[in-house]
């Protein structure tokens, strides 16, 4: 049997949230490193804009419902997102589920879409060449490939969002608010199938 390279039993909450401040650093430093190199196209522009706030949410409630459809319907990829989900926020308490939301979607927003997507272009090359470099990042092994080819598609919706909009913002807010519904939602589900967690 294929050894798995995430544990069997779910992190700490310290462990986890470490983890997750840590990476956020880190994507943050690739990205202001890249934006440095001769590769870069410069950030796609961020700027407050109220009707991309509405289009973010309007599309993580799009992403949200097709992944509970997806989770329903296709045993793999519930097996994968069970396996990932339960190792991450299994451990978390509620007000904690915040930066679940924050800390990647505003880091990798800004290295996927906003230094990445520019680099290799404002176009459908770009949007799948970002989209698969994020999909790579979810997984964390073989089993993982339904999980990561959602991610994959989620991160081409972003990817194609932030170019129609020319606007990193609605991006931003929609991978922020499908990370914290889709784990609220996971954790309320867990919590009636393990009431006695907490």
């Given at each position: 049997m294929e050894e798995s390279p995430l544990p069997d039993e779910p992190l700490s909450r310290t462990q986890v949230l470490v983890a997750m401040a840590l990476t956020a650093i880190l994507w943050l430093i690739l990205a202001r490193v890249w934006l440095l190199t001769p590769f870069s196209a410069g950030l796609l522009p961020l700027r407050w804009d109220g009707w991309a706030v509405v289009?973010?949410?309007?599309?993580?409630?799009?992403?949200?419902?097709?992944?509970?459809i997806l989770y329903r319907l296709w045993l793999a990829y519930r097996?994968?997102?069970?396996?990932?989900?339960?190792?991450?926020?299994s451990p978390l308490l509620w007000p904690d589920l915040f930066w679940i939301g924050i800390l990647p979607g505003l880091s990798e927003e800004l290295l996927f879409r906003g230094v990445l997507l520019p680099s290799l272009g404002l176009n459908w090359a770009g949007i799948i060449g970002s989209s698969v470099c994020f999909g790579i990042l979810h997984a964390g092994s073989r089993q993982?490939?339904?999980?990561?080819?959602?991610?994959?598609?989620?991160?081409?919706?972003?990817?194609?969002?932030?170019?129609?909009?020319?606007?990193?913002?609605?991006?931003?807010?929609a991978h922020t608010c499908t990370?914290?519904?889709?784990?609220?939602?996971?954790?309320?589900?867990?919590?009636?199938?393990?009431?006695?967690q907490p």
């Open positions: 289009l973010g949410i309007v599309l993580c409630l799009g992403i949200t419902g097709m992944g509970a097996h994968a997102s069970d396996t990932y989900l339960k190792l991450v926020l993982q490939w339904p999980y990561a080819l959602w991610a994959t598609i989620v991160g081409g919706l972003f990817a194609y969002s932030a170019v129609a909009m020319n606007n990193l913002l609605l991006a931003i807010v990370n914290w519904l889709a784990a609220t939602l996971w954790k309320v589900s867990f919590l009636r199938s393990s009431p006695h």
